[in-house]
């Protein structure tokens, strides 16, 4: 049975579609009552035009390898290899409301990858899932430490990183490292990629699937809770430092939402606030610091 917390507002759809466009050849929201396709129209409304269909032939299928998709889309998605012509593509659909002023409306999102026939011969090939995969790796990964990136935490993916339970109860812990620069000047940046990386490794070892790490950029790092209370929060954060510990020392600032909001200048405010926070203890850390 479908989560009911797949529910989406035509704006956080089009915020959705718009990051999945960046990724597939083809992503559409689809009425399969009229069997039509659904555009999103900026004033919060909808327009319909003809569903083109896929011809020849189409066969369900179960992806047992589909882990980049799962993360963008939740855990049951259904997978299809449907063919146009003389071209094979890679279907992915999944049932989702959106909510509109006159009522809710249940729609299909659907998303396509081409697909050499040469990969699909057989149902257990899963080269598709790993192409897929590496897509996912490239657009959202740090390649140094395999957090997740910037562009990650701009385009809301935590928000979709368990879409089964989108969440609006959101923790940011802000940290970055004491003296990192000094590691970097007087051993190197060899030696400062092996601290980051090994932060990476601890900061993610100390938190759930559902929770989301990123790398700002250099030596900062920032850790999103989904669904805890303050009390949770105040001791993951004194756990991560005291687990930081024997790599580096590091100064925490957070903020806190009981209802997120997908927009830009939300995300910034919570980011600064959580910076802010982080510098006030890193200034406080110095002064007791002896002389």
């Given at each position: 049975?479908?989560?009911?917390e797949?529910?989406y507002?035509v704006?956080?759809?089009?915020d959705l579609l718009?990051?999945?466009?960046?990724?597939?050849?083809?992503?559409?929201?689809?009425?399969?009552t009229?069997v039509a396709?659904?555009?999103?129209?900026?004033?919060?409304?909808i327009?319909?035009?003809?569903?083109?269909?896929y011809?020849?032939?189409?066969?369900?299928?179960r992806?047992?390898?589909?882990s980049?998709?799962?993360?963008?889309?939740?855990e049951?998605p259904?997978?299809?290899?449907?063919c146009?012509?003389d071209?094979?593509?890679y279907?992915?659909?999944r049932?989702?409301?959106?909510?509109?002023?006159?009522?809710?409306?249940?729609?299909?999102l659907?998303?396509?990858?081409?697909a050499?026939?040469s990969?699909i011969?057989?149902?257990?090939?899963?080269?598709m899932?790993?192409?897929?995969?590496?897509?996912?790796?490239?657009?959202?990964?740090?390649?140094l430490t395999h957090?997740?990136?910037?562009r990650y935490l701009?385009e809301?993916?935590?928000?979709?990183?368990?879409?089964?339970?989108?969440?609006?109860?959101?923790w940011?812990?802000?940290l970055?490292?004491?003296?990192?620069k000094?590691?970097n000047?007087?051993?190197?940046?060899?030696a400062?990629?092996?601290?980051?990386?090994?932060?990476?490794r601890?900061l993610?070892?100390r938190?759930?699937?559902?929770?989301s790490?990123?790398?700002m950029?250099?030596d900062?790092?920032?850790?999103v809770?989904?669904?805890?209370?303050?009390?949770?929060?105040?001791?993951?954060?004194?756990?991560?430092?005291?687990?930081?510990?024997?790599?580096?020392?590091?100064?925490?600032?957070?903020?806190?939402?009981e209802?997120?909001?997908?927009?830009k200048?939300?995300?910034?405010?919570?980011?600064?606030i959580?910076?802010?926070?982080?510098?006030?203890?890193?200034?406080q850390?110095?002064?007791?610091?002896?002389?």
């Amino acid at each position: 049975m479908e989560q009911q917390e797949n529910r989406y507002t035509v704006s956080a759809m089009r915020d959705l579609l718009k990051n999945l466009e960046s990724i597939f050849e083809m992503v559409r929201l689809v009425d399969p009552t009229e069997v039509a396709v659904l555009r999103l129209e900026d004033n919060g409304t909808i327009s319909k035009e003809p569903f083109a269909c896929y011809q020849a032939w189409s066969r369900d299928m179960r992806c047992r390898n589909c882990s980049g998709m799962r993360g963008l889309l939740g855990e049951r998605p259904s997978v299809k290899f449907e063919c146009r012509r003389d071209n094979l593509f890679y279907i992915v659909s999944r049932p989702l409301i959106l909510e509109l002023s006159q009522g809710e409306l249940q729609v299909v999102l659907e998303i396509a990858n081409q697909a050499d026939s040469s990969v699909i011969g057989r149902e257990e090939d899963c080269s598709m899932s790993r192409q897929l995969d590496e897509i996912q790796e490239k657009v959202y990964r740090d390649p140094l430490t395999h957090t997740f990136n910037r562009r990650y935490l701009n385009e809301f993916g935590f928000l979709y990183h368990n879409m089964d339970q989108l969440c609006r109860r959101l923790w940011f812990i802000m940290l970055d490292l004491r003296q990192f620069k000094l590691v970097n000047d007087t051993k190197g940046h060899l030696a400062g990629d092996q601290v980051l990386m090994e932060v990476a490794r601890v900061l993610q070892s100390r938190v759930r699937s559902q929770d989301s790490i990123i790398r700002m950029g250099g030596d900062e790092f920032l850790v999103v809770l989904t669904n805890c209370s303050e009390e949770v929060v105040s001791r993951k954060t004194k756990e991560l430092g005291e687990a930081l510990l024997p790599v580096a020392a590091a100064d925490f600032g957070y903020s806190y939402t009981e209802f997120f909001r997908q927009e830009k200048s939300f995300l910034q405010e919570m980011l600064e606030i959580a910076d802010r926070r982080m510098y006030m203890a890193k200034r406080q850390a110095k002064c007791l610091q002896p002389t």
